[in-house]
């Protein structure tokens, strides 16, 4: 699973899942042990990350929302992926 983005010990990753079990766009957010899967309109899908890192990457969703959903398609279409930039 391609890694887009790393900040703050969090790791951001992303897979095309054609009839995966999820069903939309979303990103994997790991951290430590724990992991979180967020579809990409801030929803939790499944998981769950530490408050104060839960809202980084709610941050960093809304900054990138506009090239997680290329990502998304790139990755749907086979045509690989570019990494997002970290946040700050």
Do not use: T
Request: one cysteine or more.
């Amino acid at each position: 699973m391609p890694v887009l983005s790393m900040f703050y010990g969090v790791i951001i990753r992303m897979q095309s899942e054609r009839g995966g079990k999820h069903h939309e766009p979303h990103i994997h957010c790991i951290y430590g042990d724990d992991e979180l899967v967020m579809a990409l309109d801030g929803r939790v899908l499944e998981g769950s990350l530490p408050k104060n890192k839960q809202k980084l990457v709610d941050a960093w969703v809304s900054l990138h929302e506009d090239e997680l959903r290329a990502n998304w398609k790139m990755l749907s279409d086979g045509d690989g992926y570019f990494k997002v930039e970290p946040l700050r």
